[in-house]
Nanobody, 122 residues
Framework: AQLVESGGGSVQSGGSLRLSCALS????????LGWFRQAPGKERVGIASITATERTAYADSVRGRFAISFDNAKNTLYLEMNNLEFEDTAVYFCAASGFPGVVFGGCEFKNWGQGTQVTVNP
């Protein structure tokens, strides 16, 4: 089972990036997909999630700037990030639901991608 992120990189403050997470090799059923991030020296935290019925949830730190979506035809999860801030610098992970797992947005997440680095320059 694989979740493969892409789209990270370096951007100036105020810029935008779109992260992708391909589920093409992921065969387990899921009820929720999500994005987490881990900044240097900090714990991994949830920032956005989407259920199979397209209910979304966001952390306060990204609400209004980030948008999560899932393309069924491409079997790919996205995170559109706008108005990026220096504090958004982190490794970003996509995740799929499973039990027991890390709780965010009313879901539990157990399966993880390898992560992609996002660096926002001030």
């Amino acid at each position: 089972a694989q979740l493969v992120e892409s789209g990270g990189g370096s951007v100036q403050s105020g810029g935008s990036l779109r992260l992708s997470c391909a589920l093409s090799g992921y065969t387990e059923s899921w009820s929720c997909l999500g994005w987490f991030r881990q900044a240097p020296g900090k714990e991994r935290v949830g920032i956005a999630s989407i259920t199979a019925t397209e209910r979304t949830a966001y952390a306060d730190s990204v609400r209004g700037r980030f948008a999560i979506s899932f393309d069924n035809a491409k079997n790919t999860l996205y995170l559109e990030m706008n108005n990026l801030e220096f504090e958004d610098t982190a490794v970003y992970f996509c995740a799929a639901s499973g039990f027991p797992g890390v709780v965010f947005g009313g879901c539990e997440f157990k399966n993880w991608g390898q992560g992609t680095q996002v660096t926002v320059n001030p």
